[in-house]
């Protein structure tokens, strides 16, 4: 079966979704183009400043999408066969994922581009509040780590294609620095210069392109330079990627965040349009190039990823549904979006976008033959190589294609692990009440210096044989990050519920409030309790991971008891203020 039978009605599915559900939603939530938004009357051009939605598209899409929906959908897809994972991308990114972003998207504009941690205060109590800020913390800490881990192993050796071709780690690291020096020299034309943005796209993106071909004529081989392993040269790629978490958080969003987001999510597209454009092109003129070959389905349980149900679920995050989304969608894009309506396809479009980011990644794995070895590679390698082959056909060299594939990998996880560790730092400064510049420098040293534990730490598997970082960390940062989006949509329910008091809200968020919440603490009990419990009895683990894990399970048990008392115990909608947002929503349109 030819890949095109998977990708093009996936495509129509996704286009429909955002049509007819998207504009229910609209509806729903009474969105009001009219209607001033806070980064219009709270403008202040530091955090709020309302800018053109075609830019806050790219930024926030390129915020959400990071590795996620390239490391899960492969990830699930070898472990699990390709058609489980396609079904829960395209229902879970419809009717949980694109609403949960929206939702969150919506709550924080409504709320005056407060976080979701503040309206779960306004709306339920400060000890939820502090418990959801704790659980963000927490998440936030162990998606830098999986992500740090993963991206570093991209920087260090060589790759060898097919045709007998390499791929140097070591080029990839080039093209990912020079990538970070264009978006602040953009960001300072745009800014100082006056560079309109059009033009800004029309120099700049290209360049991103010279940085591609350049990094493998002149590859930064760190390990070679120092005279180390591999493995070594790994930890200090880790140590200097959170360096950099350190600095990008404290700079201004106008020289980094905006246009670098801007030229990520136009590399998104980029890297998209490559890939579907290939995959047509390789159906059409090199028969069995695009064929699927990888099982529809393999097994239901397996020994490296456990039981479909719930492994799943929090295998596919990014892609299907993401707890992460919600901290950007109420911590930057609130404060930057111009009109509400632009709610619909910033919070609801780039979900349904990024499942077919996912969709695609889920090809790469689907091309593969059954027994094939390449599935036993990283998943962003398994990426690099699939991308490669589609863009092939296109007449671009297999090395370039990789390095492009590679290289879009490592820049969406670089708007993910600064906006994680910027949000990191609002939370330390938020719980410890310190402001100014020596609490914004300490939130992010805390926020950064954390996953640095963990990645120098070594990580060995049951028999005693090191493992990498991100493997060990993603199964959790999965289970925390769908629980996250739980926590996230028991909030958003009990908000619309107190406020509006009608049956749709049971359906719309309520459910996929259910799902989530029961998949995530299934996933994550599952990793957690047989850590305590052997076949010798009770024990006390050393590894920090069932630790975590247990207190997430017990902040997330103390949220839900609070959000069922908000809801049973009756009081007027608005008994812990509010009353303007509450007059706003009575006020506002149906249409």
Excluded at 399 to 409: C, D, E, K, R, W
Excluded at 467 to 478: H, R, Y
Excluded at 491 to 505: A, C, F, I, M, P
Excluded at 565 to 587: H, N, T
Aim: aromatic residues 10%; positive net charge; proline residues 6%.
């Amino acid at each position: 079966m030819s890949l095109l039978a998977v990708l093009l009605p996936s495509a129509v599915v996704l286009t429909t979704a955002y049509l007819v559900y998207g504009r229910v939603l609209t509806r729903l939530f009474r969105l009001d183009g009219q209607r001033p938004t806070p980064a219009v009357s709270l403008r202040d051009d530091v955090d709020y400043e309302p800018i053109p939605p075609q830019l806050l598209l790219g930024q926030h899409f390129s915020a959400i999408a990071a590795a996620g929906p390239i490391v899960g959908p492969i990830l699930a897809g070898v472990a699990f066969g390709w058609l489980p994972a396609l079904a829960w991308i395209l229902v879970g990114s419809i009717f949980i994922g694109g609403v949960h972003d929206f939702a969150a998207l919506v709550a924080s504009i409504r709320h005056r581009a407060r976080s979701i941690a503040e309206v779960v205060r306004e709306h339920m109590s400060r000890r939820s509040y502090l418990l959801f800020l704790a659980f963000v913390w927490i998440a936030l800490v162990y998606i830098v780590v999986a992500f740090t881990d993963i991206t570093a192993s991209s920087f260090i050796g060589r790759q060898t294609l097919e045709d007998g071709q390499t791929v140097s780690g070591g080029g990839i690291a080039t093209s990912s620095l020079l990538y970070l020096v264009i978006p602040l020299v953009m960001g300072f034309c745009m800014r100082r210069l006056g560079m309109p943005l059009w033009l800004a796209t029309a120099i700049f993106l290209p360049l991103v392109g010279v940085a591609i071909w350049a990094g493998q004529k002149i590859p930064f081989d760190l390990g070679q330079l120092l005279g180390t392993s591999e493995a070594s040269a790994q930890k200090i790629w880790g140590v200097l990627l959170l360096a950099y978490c350190l600095v990008a958080a404290m700079v201004p969003m106008w020289l980094l965040l905006q246009p670098r987001g801007h030229l990520g999510g136009c590399f998104l597209y980029v890297a998209l349009a490559g890939a579907v454009i290939g995959l047509v092109a390789s159906d059409r003129l090199v028969a069995g190039d695009s064929c699927i070959r990888y099982p529809a389905f393999t097994n239901w349980q397996t020994e490296k990823a456990g039981s479909l149900i719930p492994m799943l679920f929090i295998t596919i995050a990014c892609g299907a549904c993401s707890g992460f989304h919600s901290l950007i969608a109420s911590g930057t894009t609130s404060k930057q979006l111009r009109k509400e309506t632009d709610a619909r396809p910033i919070g609801y479009g780039t979900m349904l976008l990024e499942a077919m980011v996912a969709i695609v990644s889920l090809s790469c794995v689907m091309v593969l033959a059954a027994d094939s070895p390449l599935a036993n590679q990283p998943p962003n390698f398994i990426y690099a190589l699939g991308m490669g082959r589609f863009l092939e056909i296109l007449g671009v060299p297999a090395t370039i294609g990789v390095s492009f594939a590679l290289m879009a990998f490592t820049t969406f996880v670089y708007d993910t692990l600064d906006v994680c560790t910027r949000l990191g730092r609002y939370i330390i400064q938020e719980l410890t009440g310190m402001t100014g510049r020596a609490g914004a420098w300490l939130g992010t040293a805390i926020t950064a210096g954390t996953p640095l534990v963990f990645l120098l730490r070594p990580q060995l598997d049951g028999n005693g044989n090191p493992i990498p970082a991100w493997k060990l960390f993603w199964s959790l940062f999965g289970a925390s990050n769908q629980l996250l989006a739980a926590l996230t949509l028991l909030g958003v329910t009990v908000w619309l519920w107190r406020t509006r008091r009608e049956t749709w809200v049971w359906f719309v968020t309520g459910l996929p409030t259910a799902f989530m919440y029961v998949m995530s603490t299934w996933a994550l009990a599952s990793m957690t309790w047989p850590k305590f419990s052997t076949p010798n009895g009770f024990v006390l683990p050393t590894d920090p991971v069932p630790w975590v894990g247990l207190v997430l399970l017990s902040l997330a048990a103390v949220m839900l008891v609070e959000a069922v008392r908000v809801i049973l115990i009756p009081q007027g909608p608005l008994d812990r203020g509010g009353i303007g947002e509450a007059r706003a929503w009575a006020a506002a349109p149906t249409a």
